[in-house]
């Protein structure tokens, strides 16, 4: 595994860790195929319940490595890097656990479409979430503008791109972006926030994000029965036996993820 991200597992909860500070963690074709790589094996460990992913040195994400961005010599390698990239937004969004993103410093370009595939956002205050894409000619991309509108009214969201803005955390706090804000070492905070998903049930976690990332595109009655045939599956689990009875022993549950 490249030392380009760092991995552990810890109290359920599986820290994935860009280490590339002295480029600011932009990312780069080996990067990504590392995050990818970390965050397969996140989701196949039945000791992962969160993922918490974080970034060593100055800021969370610069963007897009200009490194790689310099080699890339035709349209169809620009065309395959593009797919790439934009993998590991798509493996963020789609893995069946819930991801937080902590954020120190800049998340610019890619880094902020990164923390907004995120399921939530913990930033210290330290943290600018840059849009700059217009100083290079450039949209948004690896999924960004569709991730911005889903938090954000499309007008702001149409302001902040075309005028390049760069959102600092109690903005990004204002607007929705941001779950918590805080003084302490972001991952402290991100490690606190993630306790009671941690102590959650697992399954209908898994659910529970699954369904909420497609609810926008789906109408009331398919809504209605994909919530009525998973909550069917659930009634019948274990952890939902075991909800029932820490409730009349009034105590709290302990939920094994079956």
Sequence with gaps: MSDLVKYEVKDSIAH????KPDKLNSLSSEMVKAILEILR???ESVDVRVIILSSEG???CAGGDLDTLKTLNDSIEIANWMKQASSVTEAIMNINKFVVSAVHGHAAGAGFSLALASDFIVADRS???SLSFKNVGLIPDLGLMKLLSERVSLPIVKEW???GQTISADEGYKRGIINRITDKPVVEEAILFSKSIVEGPPISNQYVK???NRIGSIDYETALFQ????QSLLLQSKDHKEGLAAFFEKRQPTYIGK
């Design 161 to 163: 791109i075309v005028s």
């Design 210 to 212: 699954y369904l909420l």
């Design 16 to 19: 994935i860790v860009l280490n």
């Design 127 to 129: 943290a600018k979430f």
């Design 58 to 60: 100055r800021s969370f």
């Design 41 to 43: 094996q996140a989701e």
């Design 227 to 230: 919530e009525n045939l998973i």
